[in-house]
């Protein structure tokens, strides 16, 4: 009676931590928008940042992101326009998560001095949560630290050497199997 107890205890247990099971979609991303001033005479920086996200859970609580990324950012009359791609993984404890992924994108920079490309890569490990709101929809509460990897590319040299703190608000839907 006892064995049999301590199973059905063990199966309620590991119940309650696979909250996502193999075969999940999921469909959601990031935006975030930021206006910076460098000090009160200077032009405001502003930054729009757009990353939706395709996941599917391979196995339980373990999901594969696929991640595209639009970043626009303005200053003084210089924009610079990102567009990349991202692929990743996330483990899930309950609604808590953590993972990583690697991103490869292209800058575009067109300033009053010139006009260049610049491709780069990055390694971004994560820690997110995912706060229910309604069947199925999360909202996703993240920080990410990026960590340039390699060389830049394209009209870039030197070594990537670019590190940035990142927190995300985002929404996240996951689809039953």
């Known amino acids: 009676m006892k064995k049999a107890l301590v199973v059905l205890a063990l199966i309620f247990c590991l119940g309650q931590v696979f909250a996502f099971v193999q075969g999940t979609k999921n469909l959601g991303g990031t935006a975030s928008l930021s206006m910076a001033k460098f000090d009160s005479d200077d032009e405001t920086e502003t930054t729009l940042s757009l990353r939706p996200q395709l996941g599917y859970f391979f196995a ?4 594969g992101d696929l991640i595209f990324i639009y970043e626009s950012q303005s200053y ?3 924009t610079d326009t990102a567009l990349g791609l991202g692929v990743g ?10 993972g990583a992924e690697f991103q ?5 920079i067109e300033s009053v001095f010139s006009d260049m490309n610049v491709n780069s890569m990055y390694i971004v490990p994560k820690l997110g949560y995912m706060a229910p709101l309604g069947h199925n929809v999360y909202l996703d509460l993240n920080g990410a630290y990026e960590m340039g990897i390699g060389d830049f590319g394209g009209d870039g040299s030197g070594p990537n050497e670019t590190t940035n ?9 996951f689809f039953d199997r």
């Open 76 to 78: 003084d009359g210089d």
């Open 89 to 98: 993984a996330r483990a899930f404890y309950k609604n808590a998560y953590a």
């Open 60 to 63: 339980d609580n373990i999901c």
């Open 165 to 173: 703190l990142k927190f995300n608000l985002g929404l996240q839907y």
């Open 104 to 108: 490869y994108d292209t800058v575009n």
